[in-house]
């Protein structure tokens, strides 16, 4: 991955370039006064889970399509709405 330093002024001028930048790869470091103070970084898109990870997430979606039972009876909005 390459990296490019620019200034604060820069980065505020040319605040798109930098972005386009990063997403093809390109880490940029602002600098204010020549000392780093901010990264404008690439981000992995679509990264990889693991087999935990995916089983975890296999779960929770088949509980959510399960669906929860709060307990009680079931009631419409009338009765919601009912005092």
Do not use: C, W
């Not at 386009?20 to 790869?25: D, K, N, P, V, Y």
């Not at 470091?29 to 404008?40: H, N, S, W």
């Not at 992995?44 to 779960?59: D, I, Q, Y």
């Not at 959510?64 to 709060?70: K, N, V």
């Amino acid at each position: 991955m390459a990296i490019q330093h620019v200034s604060l002024r820069e980065a505020n001028q040319r605040f798109s370039k930098y972005i386009e930048m990063a997403s093809h790869g390109t880490e940029i470091i602002v600098t204010k006064r020549g000392r780093p103070v901010a990264r404008i970084a690439p981000i992995e898109v679509g990264g990889r889970m693991s087999e935990a990870e995916k089983a975890a997430l296999e779960r929770s979606r088949a509980r959510m399509r399960q669906g929860y039972s709060l307990g009680g009876d079931s009631f419409d909005r009338e009765a919601a709405h009912a005092r």
